[in-house]
């Protein structure tokens, strides 16, 4: 069997700064995608978050169109609270609750007509969807029914919402490795104490190891101090004799 190279402590730190790095990405992507789907109303529902910027996935294909603002199913929709709900223009996209088949669900069509009162403020929108002829009836609007008002759209990124906002969905690609994550830190930090007793208790073994050696050491030298001393003696007595 080949003998494993051992990591140099130069890529050990390479090694450690990557996995940190990566694990706080991850963390980083986790927070932006549950602001999302948290931020961002059920499909189903006709309301809007209460939140100043909107995000609205589009289901439907109303607004498909030729112009640079329509957009598809699928499709993303970032939205903010219009400032001032009577200065809409021509031309702009808003948001609002409509009847569909008897079903109260969030619309957002083009404002293609405005009346106006005296003082100029509108006092009705007239909205249409892109895909919808000319000719089709345009849906009134009252000022105060506009909930948001389009800013700009992000291709493909609505259905991403929509499936995350599924409870299974969202725990698999984002509860699951969370929880996973921080299993892990705790085993690595649960590793790193081990590992640190274990080299204190080898530094105390082979403190005393030394200790041990120095003691037989010592004990060796008194044992021949005293035999030289002994045998000295003896040469002194067979002096003094003769």
Same mark, same amino acid.
């Given at each position: 069997?080949?003998? &494993?190279?051992?990591?140099?402590?130069?890529?050990?730190?390479? $090694?450690?700064?990557?996995? $940190?790095?990566?694990? #706080?990405?991850?963390?980083i992507v986790a927070i932006v995608i549950s602001a999302i789907v948290i931020a961002n109303p059920i499909t189903s529902s006709a309301k809007v978050s209460g939140a100043k910027t909107k995000?609205?996935?589009?289901?439907?294909?109303?607004? #498909?169109?030729?112009? &640079?603002?329509?957009?598809?199913?699928?499709?993303? $929709?970032?939205?903010?609270?219009?400032?001032?709900?009577?200065?809409l223009k021509e031309g702009d996209i808003i948001t609002y609750v409509g009847t569909v088949n008897g079903v109260e669900e969030l619309i957002t069509h083009r404002i293609v007509?405005?009346?106006?009162?005296?003082?100029?403020?509108? $006092?009705?929108?007239?909205?249409?969807?892109?895909?919808?002829?000319e000719d089709s009836e345009a849906l009134p609007v009252m000022p105060r029914g506009v909930l948001a008002v389009?800013?700009?759209h992000l291709k493909g990124v609505g259905n991403a919402i929509n499936w995350l906002q599924n409870d299974r969905n969202f725990l698999l690609v984002i509860v699951i490795p969370l929880v996973a994550l921080f299993?892990?830190?705790?085993?690595?930090?649960?590793?790193?104490i081990m590992?640190?007793?274990?080299?204190? #208790?080898?530094?105390?073994?082979?403190?005393? #190891?030394?200790d041990e050696e120095e003691i037989r050491r010592k004990a060796i030298?008194?044992?021949?101090?005293? *035999?030289?001393?002994?045998?000295?003696? *003896?040469?002194?007595?067979?002096?003094?004799?003769e």
């Open positions: 069997m080949k003998n &494993k190279k051992k990591l140099t402590p130069k890529q050990k730190k390479i $090694i450690d700064i990557s996995v $940190i790095c990566l694990q #706080v990405a991850i963390v995000l609205l996935p589009v289901l439907t294909d109303s607004m #498909v169109g030729d112009n &640079k603002d329509s957009f598809n199913p699928g499709d993303l $929709i970032i939205a903010t609270t219009p400032k001032d709900p009577f200065a007509g405005v009346m106006l009162d005296a003082d100029g403020k509108a $006092i009705t929108y007239y909205t249409l969807g892109d895909a919808q002829p389009y800013k700009y299993v892990y830190n705790i085993i690595v930090f649960v590793k790193m590992e640190s007793k274990m080299d204190k #208790v080898k530094e105390a073994g082979a403190g005393a #190891v030394v030298e008194e044992y021949l101090a005293k *035999q030289n001393l002994s045998a000295t003696d *003896q040469d002194t007595k067979e002096d003094k004799t």
